[in-house]
């Protein structure tokens, strides 16, 4: 289970991952979180990657999930909401062949880490994010035709090459307590009573 934040710290620790993994045939290769705007950007010459957060959904598969436990094992809150978090990975480059063995490497490189542990979200945060047992699944997703589209309409005039990527099943705590009731001492049950005989023979139920 994670805080709010960790949507912000998910992204940036797929970033610093990227930036920091040995990269010695692109000594200067920058790494960036991109928003809509920062597609018109010039390619750098040492080439660039850059991770667009383009979409967030809510896991369906575990939509329902219970009660959460407090750390002291007796407080109950709200169930956590999961999300699944859609990145648009791109690379930049001056040359064609740049650009396909820049991007291989970030495959690969982004295939060997499928599991982003909680040292790794937590690196750069004032404050833990997620649970130190907690991780991130980061798995290559290929884009639906509709998400297809979408970007290939906002990045027209800059369309770079790119791949797709979901980090999967991230769950967003609640921090409204959930209140219990008063044990129960008895309980009680309604009895019909039964209608007195004379009515019975009457409608011919007993003879």
């Known amino acids: 289970m994670a805080t709010y934040n960790a949507i912000a710290a998910t992204t940036e620790a797929m970033r610093r991952y990227l930036k920091e993994a040995p990269h010695p045939e692109f000594p200067q290769l920058d790494v960036d979180v991109y928003q809509s705007s920062d597609f018109s950007k010039a390619a750098p010459a040492g080439g660039r990657i850059s991770l667009f957060l383009y979409r967030i959904g809510v896991n369906t598969a575990r939509r329902n999930l219970g009660t959460r436990h407090g750390e002291d094992g007796h407080t109950r809150y709200r169930p956590s909401l999961p999300v699944d978090l859609f990145y648009l990975v791109s ?117």
């Open 91 to 207: 690379v930049w480059g001056l040359s064609v062949d740049f650009q396909h063995r820049l991007l291989g490497w970030c495959m690969r490189t982004l295939e060997d880490a499928p599991n982003l542990p909680a040292s790794m979200l937590n690196r750069l945060q004032s404050t833990a994010v997620f649970h130190r047992n907690e991780t991130v699944d980061l798995v290559c997703d290929p884009l639906s035709l509709q998400d297809l589209a979408l970007l290939w309409e906002l990045t027209k005039e800059h369309t770079p090459l790119s791949t797709s990527y979901v980090a999967r099943m991230i769950a967003l705590d609640s921090d409204i307590t959930v209140g219990e009731g008063a044990l129960v001492q008895t309980r009680a049950f309604e009895m019909r009573v039964p209608e007195d005989e004379t009515v019975l023979e009457r409608r011919g139920i007993l003879s």
